[in-house]
């Protein structure tokens, strides 16, 4: 069922930690925002005392090797903003400021849960406007060799498919599908950790990444298992997390989506190029309220003539 109106937090809550690339410290707050606001980075402590506002849309995204970048790295960028964004797209929480002191959100235990937990520290807010949905009319596909990510009509949710497949028996081929909801969310995804793979963390330090990595934030992967003393905290915890990624990433369309996103062997790279193909051609959307009005016409209310109209945003 379609949430109708839009939310924000109750209060600010602030979170701090370590970015798992950049390794550097980072205070983050979380404040509410009025309606229409939608989500966007106050990205501070930049050289000269500056600071910058930078709109979680597509449109800002700059990077998206191991993670999501918006910003410009050289005026004011932040990494890695994708589980927060899931967090806040899980929920179905629109309107929020990130007040963010360093660059790149803090990886805390790797998942949306400390998102989450402190969300619910000082709780949600329903606000008076309408929410609004991108709603998907034409399908939407890209490739790039074995992989695919698409988007496909959906009247009556936002639908996630989707699939991995890697060389390693610890991971293989694992798929799941979910209609996003809060709850779904909260119980399905939120705890599914980022992972990587031991053989690869010299090259990943050599090249800047993964410098604040560790196994209190990351599922590493050996030749024959999980390193992790805990485990998995689901079996499919792999493909749970890349489910993750792809609500976080599919957010920055701005608006939350009502159709079918399907993929294959995706990652960041994907999940922002649909949202490219999605937003190359107007034809292939729609902006819908949450409760659809009736086509313009006059209703009869008593002694009163009330003008009923559907404006549609373009």
């Known amino acids: 069922m379609k949430q109708s109106q839009q939310t924000t937090l109750r209060a600010a809550v602030t979170l701090v930690g370590t970015g798992v690339h950049s390794g550097d410290e980072v205070k983050m707050i979380l404040h509410p925002a009025e309606a229409n606001h939608g989500i966007a980075f106050l990205r501070t402590g930049l050289a000269g005392g500056l600071d910058r506002l930078i709109d979680a849309r597509h449109l800002a995204v700059t990077a998206t090797e191991l993670c999501t970048v918006i910003g410009d790295r050289d005026t004011g960028a932040v990494a890695t903003i994708e589980h927060l964004m899931a967090a806040l797209s899980g929920l179905g929480i629109d309107n929020v400021l990130v007040e963010i002191d360093g660059p790149e959100v803090p990886i805390l235990d790797g998942s ?9 520290q000082v709780g949600v807010a329903v606000q008076g406007a309408t929410r609004r949905y991108l709603k998907v009319l034409k399908p939407v596909r890209v490739t790039q060799g074995k992989a695919f990510a698409e988007l496909l009509p959906n009247d009556r949710a936002f639908r996630l498919d989707v699939e991995i497949d890697f060389p390693t028996p610890v991971i293989g081929r694992q798929r799941k599908a979910i209609d996003l909801s809060p709850s779904v969310f909260r119980r399905e995804i939120s705890r599914a950790r980022t992972f990587g793979f031991m053989r690869d963390v010299e090259k990943l330090w ?6 604040g990595a560790s196994l209190e934030n990351t599922v590493a992967i050996g030749d024959d298992g999980v390193m992790n003393p805990e485990g998995l905290r689901y079996a499919d915890e792999f493909v749970r997390h890349k489910l993750l990624d792809a609500v976080g990433d599919l957010s920055l369309a701005g608006l939350p989506l009502l159709g ?12 922002f190029s649909v949202l490219e193909a999605l937003f190359s051609n107007r034809s292939n959307y ?20 009330a003008s009923v109209l559907s404006p549609e945003m373009h």
């Open 286 to 305: 729609a902006i819908v309220d949450a409760v659809p009005r009736r086509e313009p016409a006059y209703a009869d209310l008593g002694s009163v003539a």
């Open 206 to 211: 050599s090249a800047g990444f993964a410098l």
């Open 260 to 271: 079918t996103y399907r993929s294959y062997c995706g990652g960041h790279r994907m999940n």
């Open 112 to 120: 949306s849960a400390p998102f989450i937990d402190a969300i619910d």
